[in-house]
C-alpha cells in the first residue's frame, strides 16, 4: 500500500513541477513576443533546418490546422517561409529565413540563461539521471497507451 502512496505523490509532485517550469518558460517565451508553440517551431527549425510542416506538427505535438495558423503568424513577422517539398508535391516544408534566424540567434542565449536558472538547484549527474528516469516513465506510459504520445 506505501507504493501506491509513494506512486501519487510522484505524480502531483511531476504534475506541480511541470507546471511551474511552464510557467516561468511560458513568462521568458512572451518577453520575446512570441508564445510557446511559435517559440517551439523557430527553436525546432533552427536546430533541424528546414522540415516537413508535419514534422513540426508531430514534434509540437499539434494538428495540422493549428500548425498552420502558427507558421502563419511567423511567415507574417517574416521568421519562416513555406516551400513545397521538391520531391513530394504533398508536403510543404518550413524554412527560417535570414531574419527568423538573425532573431532567434538573439533571443535563444537568454532562454538558456532561464533553463539554467531553473535547473541550477540540481548536479549534473542528478539531470542526466532525471532525464533517463522520466524516459523510462515515458515510454512506459507510451506502451500502456498502445504506442500513441
Not at 26 to 50: A, I, S, W
Not at 67 to 75: A, C, I, W
Amino acid at each position: 500500500m506505501k507504493e501506491n502512496k509513494e506512486f501519487l505523490k510522484l505524480t502531483t509532485v511531476l504534475f506541480r513541477t511541470m507546471q511551474n517550469v511552464e510557467s516561468v518558460l511560458r513568462k521568458d517565451v512572451q518577453t520575446y513576443n512570441l508564445n510557446p508553440t511559435e517559440f517551439g517551431t523557430l527553436e525546432h527549425l533552427y536546430h533541424k533546418g528546414k522540415q516537413p510542416i508535419q514534422n513540426v506538427c508531430d514534434r509540437m505535438l499539434m494538428a495540422n490546422s493549428s500548425m498552420t495558423y502558427v507558421v502563419d503568424k511567423l511567415e507574417h513577422r517574416g521568421f519562416v517561409m513555406r516551400q513545397q517539398d521538391e520531391k513530394d508535391r504533398r508536403n510543404t516544408m518550413i524554412d527560417l529565413t535570414e531574419s527568423g534566424k538573425i532573431f532567434f540567434e538573439g533571443i535563444f542565449p537568454s532562454h538558456v540563461q532561464t533553463l539554467n536558472h531553473i535547473y541550477q538547484a540540481l548536479e549534473p549527474e542528478e539531470v542526466t539521471q532525471l532525464i533517463h528516469s522520466l524516459k523510462k516513465i515515458g515510454y512506459q506510459a507510451m506502451a500502456l497507451n498502445g504506442g500513441k504520445k
